[in-house]
């Protein structure tokens, strides 16, 4: 499965707590990267500045769904399970 160009669930639900070119405290949860775009296109892709937990997670139906809303929801669960 590939990402729905635009989503962006993922680099705005998740919390990334590793530094980010930008973010030097890392990503709170449901706070917009400073790396997206306007049309929420990730700067870093394929780069090598781009945090691992980005670079290593996969789109797959059960995270994704069938819409943007379902891929909110379900990152914003999982977030939920593992806050601190």
């Not at 706070?31 to 691992?52: A, G, M, Q, S």
Request: proline share 11%; charged share 25%; with cysteine.
């Amino acid at each position: 499965m590939d990402c729905r160009l635009g989503c962006a669930a993922c680099c705005i639900v998740i919390s990334i707590s590793t530094p980010i070119p930008g973010m030097p405290e890392g990503k709170p949860a449901g706070v917009r990267c400073i790396n997206l775009t306007p049309e929420n296109l990730c700067r870093l892709f394929n780069k090598p500045e781009r945090p691992t937990v980005c670079r290593t997670l996969r789109p797959c139906i059960d995270m994704c769904g069938e819409d943007n809303e379902h891929a909110f929801r379900f990152l914003s669960g999982l977030e939920e399970l593992t806050k601190p």
